[in-house]
């Protein structure tokens, strides 16, 4: 990015579809790589990546009854011995079609598409997702619309299971960078998940405020599956009011709960629900704010603490510091965590030939 570039922009990588940049008052405020090959060498964390072909955790690494059979899925949770964002290769470690110049509900954007063949992780069925990125002004508010879709295109099953969100917090070079630049046009830079900071010059996220849409959330067990008890978070205020992360605490990483009627109202494809607040969060020092709308009625909030990108080094010598706990907060709109391996939560997943699934996720930013 050069000083005569705009001062909000987005910039987009095809591995992953994954954001690389989320650029506001000219700050990037999403944890990220300077170059593409880092996302395939230094990426545990999932900085940016289209999470898919489930979201979060399947018990066990194991879908029952499926196709009137069981599925065996890449383990990749640890002691967990669960499945974990789509397996060790998930959608994120993959290279999209695209990006491809969109025009999309009036708006300037980039569209990527992924073919997730049968047998991909385990999973049944070959899948086609697409992602599209648009994004708008509104005043002096930065917009980012995503907007995800699959479809069962192979005739190797009757259904599967599906979840895409953004993680955002082989050796081929031929990666595609996309900056769009908002009423600036797009800039196509051929060849060369995300975790928000809010303070993008300092190490952690200390300081920056939190106010969440709900308290609600899933219990977990020992092996981080949700026990499928309902309750209300401890130890941060009611839904609403704002709570300040500290050096350590609160230490979250948990699914919260918009819709506790999901497994039996949700539909397959939640675009055309309204948008619901997810999560405002600020930070003082730069007065920089940020607000996740969705039609998801769940989402992931990670604290980072579990965070840790080790130190890179770019072809001309010069050295990425290493990123530890606590310097970006993930925020993931989904399904339920194990909606996958529950049957009495599949509904929310499961789809069949000549079925969508979809969903749509706003990110509004401004500096005050």
């Not at 289209?50 to 890449?74: F, S």
């Not at 990425?320 to 939560?345: F, H, K, L, Q, T």
């Not at 499961?350 to 699934?357: D, H, N, S, T, Y």
Request: negative net charge; proline residues 5%.
């Amino acid at each position: 990015m050069t000083a005569t570039e705009p001062e909000s922009a987005f910039t987009f990588l095809s591995q992953g579809a994954l954001i690389q940049e989320f650029k506001v008052a000219g700050q990037n405020i999403v944890q990220s790589f300077p170059e593409a090959i880092f996302y395939k060498t230094h990426n545990d964390a999932y900085l940016g990546e289209t999470i898919g072909r489930t979201t979060n955790r399947v018990e066990g690494a194991k879908i029952e009854n499926l196709n009137g059979r069981d599925y065996d899925l890449a383990v990749n949770d640890g002691s967990n011995h669960n499945s974990l964002h789509g397996g060790s290769r998930g959608w994120g470690k993959q290279d999209f079609e695209g990006p491809k110049p969109v025009h999309r509900n009036g708006k300037e954007g980039v569209q990527f598409r992924y073919i997730s063949k049968d047998g991909e992780e385990g999973y049944p069925g070959t899948v086609e997702c697409f992602v599209w990125y648009t994004a708008s002004m509104e005043g002096g508010t930065t917009l980012l619309q995503v907007e995800y879709q699959v479809e069962v295109i192979g005739e190797e099953c009757e259904e599967t299971v599906v979840g895409v969100t953004n993680h955002r917090y082989s050796h081929s070079l031929y990666c595609f960078e996309y900056v769009l630049g908002i009423g600036h046009g797009l800039t196509d830079l051929v060849f060369i998940s995300s975790y928000f900071n809010v303070n993008p010059g300092a190490s952690t996220t200390e300081g920056t405020n939190v106010t969440l849409g709900t308290t609600d959330y899933l219990e977990l067990d020992p092996h981080q599956i949700p026990t499928g008890h309902i309750t209300a978070f401890p130890g941060i205020p009611s839904a609403g009011s704002p709570f300040t992360l500290g050096a350590h605490e609160p230490a979250i990483d948990d699914c919260f709960i918009m819709d506790t009627t999901a497994p039996t109202s949700c539909p397959l494809d939640t675009r055309t629900l309204p948008l619901r607040t997810l999560a405002t969060i600020s930070h003082p020092d730069t007065g920089l704010h940020l607000e996740i709308q969705s039609t998801e009625p769940a989402f992931q909030f990670y604290t980072g603490d579990g965070l840790y990108i080790p130190e890179a080094e770019t072809d001309k010598g010069v050295k990425i510091a290493p990123r530890g706990r606590r310097s970006g907060i993930a925020i993931e709109p989904s399904r339920y965590v194990n909606c996958a391996g529950r049957e009495d939560w599949r509904r929310m997943c499961k789809i069949r030939k000549g079925e969508l699934w979809g969903a749509l996720s706003v990110y509004r930013a401004w500096k005050e």
